[in-house]
């Protein structure tokens, strides 16, 4: 990836810090080899990857997805971004069992509100969850978003949505008429009452709103609430599924830069201390500056096993010199025995000066 886009995205994270669901950035900046780098909390499995391996999400789940989904998505739009990418690979759960969050993975698309910049680009590969009501001139919006997000909630819960049978779309021409096709599909009677009464409400809700309204984010959260309240289940449940996904500590170079920097234990917003770091994007060449670090690391080690000798040394010769010989002899032949031992240390004492000049 281009290090400006990295730069870009290392800013947007940094300022949505405080946003529960946001990854906490541990580390950033430019390698020994100048290569502009971006390092993260791990993150656990994304939807898509759970899926793969649990099939659909149940009723619960989904509507405790849609709940904190509508927090994250509310509080991005508060500080004025657009999420412009709402996928199921672009949301992970927390990497330990303890973590209830839900994490939005990839803020690459994210955008401004006044930035005016077009995200569709035709093709376009990635239409199953963009709104059915999206002006393409103008971008995405605030309620486009909760369309994309309802219809993220139904396919978690089928593992399809009715206009998935087309690869791309290559010309504005099919993207309007497959929006027409949608559109007539989301609000047709049948198809809301698949949904049950949430999500027929939930659109019922958005079609009332005009392009520039400001959506009422607690309604639509008290919808859930009340699904869930209903089932006899509670808000704050754990969300159950089956993980396969192994966590492994990051050996990369970000994780070298980062505890070289004194960040590999931070806290998150919930205080809970990270131990194991991941790199979102990581730059060419690390491996060369990993085996780098892992040489300097052993020649600090050769280093200090040296000064332990020289100090053995210098007790040894203090010792020495208080004792008493009774023979020409045997001084002749301690003599000899410490010259060698010096000849053999001389190497040693030569790195450990070098050690101490740098």
């Known amino acids: ?36 780098f971006l390092a993260t909390q791990t993150l656990g499995p994304s939807f898509s990857q759970i899926m793969k391996i649990n099939g659909q999400f149940s009723l619960k789940n989904v509507l405790l997805i849609g709940i904190q989904l509508i927090k994250l998505i509310q509080k991005m739009h508060d500080k004025k971004y657009i999420l412009s990418n709402i996928l199921p690979c672009n949301f992970c759960m927390g990497c330990e069992l303890e973590d209830k969050l839900i994490y939005l993975k990839d ?25 059915p009501v999206l002006n393409i001139e103008k971008g995405t919006n605030q309620i486009d978003e909760l369309y994309s997000l309802a219809y993220l909630l139904i396919y978690l819960i089928h593992g399809t949505l009715p206009w998935q049978q087309i690869d791309q779309l290559i010309s504005e021409k099919q993207f309007y008429e497959l929006q027409k096709y949608k559109l007539k599909v989301t609000f047709d009677q049948s198809f809301l009452e698949q949904q049950s009464s949430v999500f027929g409400e939930w659109f019922k809700y958005l079609s009332t709103l005009k392009q520039s309204q400001h959506p009422n984010y607690n ?66 060449k690390e491996f060369e500056l ?40 045997q001084n002749e032949c ?4 410490k010259l060698e031992t010096l000849e053999n240390l001389s190497r040693p004492i030569y790195l450990m000066n070098k050690f101490e000049k740098m």
Do not use: C
């Open 107 to 131: 803020l690459t698309f994210v955008q401004s509100k006044e930035s005016n910049i077009k995200v569709l680009k035709f093709p376009i590969k990635e239409f199953n969850f963009i709104s």
């Open 1 to 36: 990836m281009n290090s400006n886009v990295l730069q870009e995205e290392t800013a947007k994270l940094i300022q949505v810090q405080d946003v529960e669901g946001i990854p906490e950035v541990i580390d950033y900046g430019n390698n020994n080899d100048q290569r502009y």
């Open 219 to 284: 309604y639509l959260k008290n919808i859930l609430i009340s699904k869930i309240y209903e089932n006899g289940w509670k808000p704050n449940d754990q969300i159950e599924y089956r993980n396969e996904q192994v966590i492994h500590s990051s050996k990369s170079i970000v994780s070298i830069k980062s505890r070289s920097r004194g960040t590999s234990i931070t806290k998150t917003p919930n205080q809970r201390m990270i131990e194991t770091l991941s790199p979102i994007l990581e730059v060419d």
């Open 334 to 337: 301690e003599m000899w025995k």
């Open 290 to 329: 990993a085996q780098s670090v892992q040489k300097q690391n052993e020649e600090l080690f050769i280093f200090q096993k040296f000064q332990n000798i020289k100090k053995l040394i210098e007790d040894q010769q203090q010792t020495e010199n208080n004792l008493s010989f009774t023979s020409i002899g």
